[in-house]
């Protein structure tokens, strides 16, 4: 097995390229890819400084003649995500859970925070780092749920 320094942790990994396609592959199982083509993805990456990377990976996806439809969203998907995690490694973790958190917007529960946590560790996250990330998502859906009960009637 190969293996490199994770330049954000400093943790040893391998094959970056699978776990990040794996990752996209846990989002695109969501309804993520309404939200890829929305403005408020859009907002999202301007907010964040991405919007010209994700535009740049969405136009070389929608080159690649195989790629159509979806395809080109998921492929699309996977560079920025590749993208991100290579030039930004110390705010990959957060502009992840960002993201996360801006998708799930009114819909957090149903996220499946532990297998994107799985592949986070893969990637070379410490658990103490995703735990932190991801306490957020964690306050997120506490409130959505404790806002869900209290306009049930009893």
């Known amino acids: 097995m190969t293996g490199y320094k994770n330049p954000g942790t400093g943790t040893m990994f391998h094959d970056t390229e699978k776990t990040i ?3 996209a592959a846990g989002l695109w199982a969501l309804p993520i890819g309404d939200y890829l083509s ?3 993805f859009l907002l999202f990456c301007r907010h964040h400084d991405l919007a010209d990377i994700w535009r740049e990976y969405l136009d070389l996806s929608h080159d690649i003649p195989h790629l159509y ?7 699309t998907l996977v560079l920025f ?7 930004r490694p110390k705010d990959f973790l957060t502009l992840f859970t960002l993201l996360l958190m801006d998708f ?9 925070v532990g297998d994107l946590k799985k592949d986070l560790v893969l990637l070379g996250y410490s658990d103490q780092e995703i735990e932190y990330e ?14 869900g009960t209290k306009n049930c009637p009893d």
């Open 134 to 147: 991801f306490s957020s998502i964690a306050a997120k859906k506490k409130e959505t749920l404790d806002r």
């Open 69 to 75: 439809g979806s395809a080109v969203i998921k492929n």
């Open 21 to 23: 396609k794996d990752l």
């Open 104 to 112: 799930y917007e009114g819909n957090i529960s149903d996220l499946p």
């Open 38 to 40: 929305s403005e408020n």
């Open 81 to 87: 995500l590749h993208h991100i995690f290579h030039s």
